[in-house]
């Protein structure tokens, strides 16, 4: 109790005199809520969600950082989507199989 009343305590001194206490403290709390709202978004995917992304990205876009282009993941989808989706999203608990 004493915590919490000391907390407030400060919130009170520190925040309404516009320090550099005031602004830290919201951004944190902006930043946890945007994160958590973004996690919640995932737990709604599926693979067939991905699949769909997937193919839906235009052929002469260009490649992504590891080189490959939309052709090579849509062409080997059948071996390639498989193993992203196992590898990451499923073992990461962000999406459902």
Partial sequence: MFLLQRSQANWIRLGDANTRYFYPV????QLKQAIEQQLEILKLLNA???????????????PSPDGYGSDFYKEAWDIVGKMFLKNYWISSGMISY
């Avoid at 919201?26 to 709390?29: E, G, L, P, V």
């Avoid at 067939?48 to 260009?62: E, L, P």
């Fill in 48 to 62: 067939k969600d991905v699949r769909k992304v997937v193919f839906s990205i235009d052929k002469k876009s260009r």
């Fill in 26 to 29: 919201i951004k944190q709390r």
